[in-house]
């Protein structure tokens, strides 16, 4: 997956909006997203054995 995919994928998420700065909140960082779904395409690629991630909350955001 490239970045141009990545970005694009992010761009298709329904609430994308929110991701872009919604009810006094600050936008993410929409590149960063991008690069961070990127990596965990490869990571999943290189690691066929990987099935499925868990997310952990810390500092009361999910990563």
Do not use: C, H, Y
């Not at 609430?15 to 006094?24: D, H, T």
Request: net charge positive.
């Amino acid at each position: 997956m490239t970045l141009a995919e990545s970005l694009e994928m992010v761009q298709q998420i329904k609430n994308f909006p929110i991701l872009k700065g919604a009810r006094g909140q600050e936008p993410v960082n929409i590149d960063q997203v991008a690069d961070n779904l990127q990596r965990l395409a490869l990571l999943v690629t290189d690691f066929p054995g990987i099935k499925e991630k868990e997310q952990f909350k810390k500092n009361r955001r999910w990563l």
